[in-house]
């Protein structure tokens, strides 16, 4: 899974994939009792239809290209960093208590401060799963899928416990921060330029460290073949833990802004999820960095346009989740057919 | 000249017919609903959606507009201005947000688009004076439920030990969960006539208005836990019917128990056996008004606290709240319902007469004191005689 393919054949499985998901989509659509077409129609015009509907789009993808690149680092490194929702949630978790302290707001730099403590929580949380990958020899993906159950526990404790709302105990947040210590949005929209601007900047470092440094080609000879790299003394086991820490803190960055740009308060479901769809999104595109950007833009797409389902359609939302789960599905699956192709070929 | 008259008529014909053609497409006046939980979850959500198909019906070209699950876990990533932009573009001039969880949202919102209505249900911003002009809310007097409520299981319990599956805690949810103690505690006084000391009212939150796997208590957990440890009726102060399900569950397995489901007046369906009845909201009448008031144009920021209407208090057209009776409740008991009723609606019994205490000792209503309605609402505890907790530990 990890071997790099050229881009040809990469396009060539995500149309294959995108014809097959076509197919079964339809197929479910069908069985759901909707009209297949217009289903599809709807949640893309649901999507992209207007400036409100891009911007919301845009705001979802900020998350997701963050959090996709983030992944990046430690896919190059051979780690299956499932941890990252527990990293946006800690990055959640340290922006709020950041900011906690300041109830009557207060300037950008605050703001700019909990940015940054997010990066310190989700980087912590990440060094976490790095250490007991490499010291503890437990597993990323066991080590990780165990400390996002503890950051979430972590967060509904801080919610229904010490940063209650006064006289209140409910799951549903905290107090909401003072609006001067909110991202500056699009008239209206939840669409921080800033955040924008920040996804954007990031999605492009990481290119240019995985493609152009000397660090992002260690990084990737450790993940090829981590026996080589200790031969050659490349030292796998820090660079496992300074790709985890670089993807943590970028998951940690996402995490925060989705508490000063979006939700305004730390809410339980803080990720909403984006950890695992960027997950999906990184495998998708198989190191192919470029087709990142495009890929989240998909799912954003998908997000939002889904909210139009049960509106117009009264379809259940969680149909466009369906879609998304069939689409990667499909990928998969295509590439399974074509190894069992080349395997069926070389035995004939 | 002909062919010019000619083209004049064609003119002529075609700026009428556009102009028929624009009075015969009466546009709907849309009212967009934001429901916290699922539209058929057979309590608070449907109950709102249910006034919706009311106003529809009622006010022949409103159009109800709604979506379902809006709460973070159900749909992560969005946000409730976001929501509400969609129901705006899509025409929406009234809209309604059906959850404390959405104070703070439908504000933002409210602040967003000016020239539409927005009612926050449950909410006080109107009282505190955060809302923007275009904000009101509307609650139902549920408290008088509730105390229907606690009254027929105190008439019920054999044990003598009541439970109440609470949600969250809030302003909200202590009035109510004290409402329904102080029915239990005057029907087991009252009617039963037996010491208060031997009446246990225990209350436990999940800490949500429903059940979200894995941040919430569970409340079928909770309502198991209540039956197996004594508590012979479990009332319900959550969204949904878990209480209800699980009473129907230990009733089949041969135990004697009961349980009060809450919000939608249907939720008794299908648990003859165990349910003593359910109040409820109806929201019906209370959105006729506002929706007409706000196309009329004459709509006015209000803080609306709607009662029963206490000569038919299951009116679908005049009741902002109702019992009704459910198929498990004794003859005996009915009876005494009705005469409880009777003197709660002329006004012979007020249980939020003094004196009443906190759950800390402390003086919620002096001796002889009648609760003002912002002293109800603003309740701090729990009152003494309850068991759980009256606030966030």
């Known amino acids: 899974m990890f071997s790099k393919t050229s881009l040809a054949t990469s396009l060539g499985r995500l149309v294959a994939a995108l014809v097959l998901a076509l197919v079964l989509t339809t197929l479910i659509v069908l ?26 789009a845009a705001a979802v993808w900020i998350p997701l290209v963050l959090c996709s690149s983030a992944l990046l680092l430690t896919f190059a490194a051979g780690l299956w960093n499932i941890g990252i929702e527990g990293q946006i949630i800690l990055g959640a978790v340290f922006a709020t208590g950041f900011l906690r302290p300041f109830p009557d707001g207060g300037s950008f730099l605050l703001v700019m401060g909990a940015l940054m403590a997010g990066m310190i929580g ?51 947040g905290t107090e909401p921060l003072h609006p001067t210590l909110w991202l500056e949005a699009l008239g209206g929209s939840s669409l921080s330029p800033v955040s924008l601007l920040l996804a954007l900047t990031v999605f492009l470092l990481v290119a240019f460290v995985l493609s152009s440094t000397q660090w992002g080609l260690r990084l ?33 960055l996402a995490g925060a802004l989705q508490v000063v740009g979006v939700y305004h308060r730390l809410l339980p479901a803080i990720s909403s999820n984006y950890g695992y769809t960027a997950l999906l999104v990184a495998m998708l595109a198989s190191f192919r960095s470029q087709i990142v950007p495009v890929l989240c833009f998909f799912f954003a797409v998908l997000n939002v346009g889904s909210i139009q389902l049960p509106l117009q359609l ?34 004939e | 000249m002909l ?105 933002e919102a409210a602040k967003q688009h000016p020239e539409v209505t927005f009612i926050h249900v449950s909410g006080d911003d109107v009282l505190t004076g955060k809302a923007p002009l275009n904000l009101g809310n509307i609650m139902g007097r549920m408290e008088y439920g509730k105390m229907m409520a606690g009254f027929v299981a105190a008439l019920t319990t054999k044990t003598g030990k009541i439970g ?108 003859d056996e165990v349910c003593l009845g359910v109040p409820y909201f109806n929201w019906g009448p209370a959105y006729l008004q506002t ?76 001796e002889g004191e009648t609760a003002t309605d912002q002293q109800v609402w603003y309740m701090k505890q729990l009152l003494k005689g309850m068991e759980g907790a009256s606030s966030p530990k």
């Open chain 1, 31 to 56: 069985i759901a009792g909707a009209p297949p077409l217009q289903t599809l129609a709807i949640l893309v015009v649901g999507g992209l239809g207007s400036a409100a509907k891009l911007a919301q």
């Open chain 1, 122 to 172: 989700g980087a912590l949380w990440a060094l976490a799963a790095g250490l007991l990958r490499t010291w503890g020899r437990v597993h990323e993906i066991f080590g990780g899928l165990g400390l996002n159950f503890v950051a979430l526990g972590l967060t509904l404790w801080l919610i229904f416990g010490p940063w209650k709302r006064p006289g209140i105990a409910s799951m549903s």
């Open chain 1, 220 to 252: 990737k000879a450790v993940g090829q073949n981590q026996d080589a790299a200790l031969l050659f003394g490349l030292n796998p086991q820090v660079r496992i833990l300074e790709a985890m820490v670089g993807c943590g803190a970028l998951a940690g």
């Open chain 1, 314 to 347: 009264k379809l259940d939302s969680s149909l466009a989740g369906v879609i998304q789960g069939v689409l990667v599905l499909s990928f998969f699956l295509v590439q399974g057919f074509e190894e069992r192709f080349r395997v069926l070929r070389r035995t």
């Open chain 2, 3 to 107: 062919r010019r008259m000619l083209r004049l008529c064609v003119v002529v014909l075609l700026v009428l017919g556009v102009g028929c053609a624009k009075e015969v497409e009466k546009k709907p006046f849309v009212v967009g609903m934001l429901l916290v939980g699922p539209y058929n979850d057979r309590g608070w959500s449907q109950a709102h959606y249910d006034a919706g198909l009311y106003l529809e019906r009622k006010l022949p070209d409103a159009k109800m507009l709604y979506l379902d699950k809006v709460n973070p876990a159900d749909r992560p990533g969005l946000t409730l201005p976001q929501l509400v932009d969609d129901l705006v573009a899509k025409g929406a001039r009234l809209i309604i947000a059906n959850s404390d969880d959405m104070t703070d949202g439908a504000r």
């Open chain 2, 164 to 271: 109440y599956l609470g949600p969250l805690i809030n302003e909200e949810t202590r009035r109510l969960a004290a409402s329904c103690y102080l029915g239990a505690a005057y029907g087991w006084e009252k009617v039963r006539k037996r010491p208060l000391s031997e009446l246990k009212f225990k209350v436990s939150w999940i800490g949500f208005w429903f059940n979200i796997p894995g941040v919430t208590a569970d409340p079928t957990q909770v309502a198991n836990r209540f039956f197996d440890s004594g508590h012979d009726v479990v009332v319900s102060g959550i969204d949904t019917t878990e209480a209800l399900v699980v009473a129907m569950q230990k009733r089949r397995a041969g135990r004697q128990v009961w349980a009060i489901p809450y919000d939608y007046e249907g939720a008794c369906e299908g648990a």
């Open chain 2, 291 to 366: 929706a007409r008031a706000v196309k009329d144009g004459g709509w006015k920021q209000a803080w609306e606290w709607n009662g029963p209407d206490w000569k038919d208090i299951n009116n679908h057209d005049t009741s902002a709240v109702g019992f009704l009776v459910g198929p498990a409740l004794s003859r005996a008991a009915n009876e005494e319902l009705a005469r409880f009723t009777r003197g709660l609606a002329t006004g012979k019994i007020n249980l939020f007469r003094g004196p009443l205490f906190y759950q800390d000792g402390s003086i919620f209503l002096k």
